[in-house]
């Protein structure tokens, strides 16, 4: 790797090989997400796949699909952390659904006319493998960053994440655009190499974290129960019992699941909601390019601002451009509006959510580490569901989209209520206590070194 490259890296807090190893793994999942849950296969499906089915039978089994696939990760993820904590096989999960999710994206490339129920299988294997493999990623994270290195390196991910999944989306835009060139012979030929090239990718880019990330040590603790799946299941309700341990993570969780229910809305109905406005497919396609542009520089700057206002300022700021973002929403009139309003989401959106990932990470007991990551997954996966339900219903009450966009602000508001109650200090000293009760010493890697959040928000009780 170059100098300059190495430079670069380093500036934006991934000084070491296994930090940079880690964010290279938001860079290889990342073209699924742009390419195959955000872009070409829901237009590919739309348009081939399900062809023969009415828009509206197909929009639906697609939604199905989706929501079954985040529920079994959201079922599995729990489980799995704490079944790989106890027994040191973090990357042995990270890479079965990894692998699960290469597989089944190589697969997609197979898809072709009237095949919606084989496309669709792919599709939900596809996000199971992508979302189980990111709960035990970023319980990685947690081993091999210091406490005053997380946010730096969580956010450094997300901007490589970013830029990963813009470019490669760039590069199959061409494919889709002018397949051609490329001696196909047309642009559903061509949405089936672009799937096949994201499985590449994928699989490629997630090398450097199984090279140079050791496997953390197992959880050696002889009051929790054996390694068993019967043992597993009974520390699980030990986690549920011991969360008033961990109050600050309790809360924590309680605010992202409110405004990430906003912020995933946002994402998964923006499309519908421009195309309601009238703006057409390609320029919907270079609004998200766009964001994915934008994201990558505020992604860093978001990493940098917390060590100077503290993560809590941060997250908060954020929350405040996403109420913005909601009430120009309401009164968004032309296409202008909708790439001003990509813009600020593409400023915020990153940030936030990396942010979320390290702050969390703070405030959990690192032996325990996957398993509190698959209960932050359970949070997560519930907000694929609920904020899209709170607009559709809005959308049935009211008959206007707007009052819909407008609903999302109870999401936000209420999070950021929440969130103003977590005590950041006291969340990360209840993890160190809990790592010391239970002997834990690590694998070397990472040295608590505590850092207290700025006097501005200690003043106000985090």
Known sequence: MSRWVLALLSRIGLTRPELRAWAMYDWANSAFITTVVTVVFPLYYASVVAQDLPREVATSRFATATAVALSVVAVLSPVLGALSDRAGRIKLMLGAFAGLGVVATLGLATVGPGDWVWGLVLFGLGNVGVTGSIVFSDALLRHIARDDELDRVSTAGYALGYLGGGLLLGAQLVLLLKPQWFGLADAGAASRVAFASVA????????????????????????????????????????????????????????????????????????????????????????????????????????????????????????????????????????????????????????????????????????????????????????????????????????????????????FVAGAAVLSRVNVDAGRRAAREAEAQAGWSGDGAVAPSPVPERASDASRGG
């Not at 009974?234 to 924590?252: D, I, Y």
């Not at 300022?313 to 309401?330: D, I």
């Not at 009164?331 to 990396?354: D, E, I, K, W």
């Open 200 to 411: 590449v990718w994928w699989a490629l880019f997630s090398v450097p974290l199984f090279r140079r990330i050791p496997e953390p040590k197992p959880d050696v603790d002889a009051a929790r129960p054996p390694v068993s799946l019967r043992g597993t299941f009974t520390q699980l309700a030990r986690t549920f019992g011991g969360l008033r341990k961990h109050r600050e993570a309790l809360l924590l969780l309680v605010a992202y699941l409110l405004y990430s229910d906003g912020i995933g809305t946002i994402i998964r109905l923006s499309t519908l909601y421009g195309t309601e406005l009238g703006i057409g497919r390609g320029a919907l396609i270079g609004t998200l390019l766009m964001t994915q542009v934008v994201g990558v520089p505020c992604a860093v700057l978001f990493g940098r601002a917390a060590g100077r206002v503290g993560v809590k300022n941060a997250l908060m700021f954020s929350l405040a451009v996403y109420v913005g973002v909601t009430f120009l929403g309401y009164f968004m009139r032309t296409p202008v509006h909708f790439f001003a309003l990509a813009l600020l989401v593409g400023m915020v959106q990153g940030g936030s959510q990396a942010l979320s990932r390290s702050l969390f990470a703070q405030m959990v007991p690192r032996d325990r580490a996957a398993e509190f990551f698959g209960l932050f997954s359970v949070f997560e996966k519930v907000t694929a569901v609920a904020g899209p339900l709170v607009f559709a219903a809005t959308v049935q009450l009211t008959g206007s989209s707007r009052q819909a966009v407008l609903s999302l602000l109870f999401f």
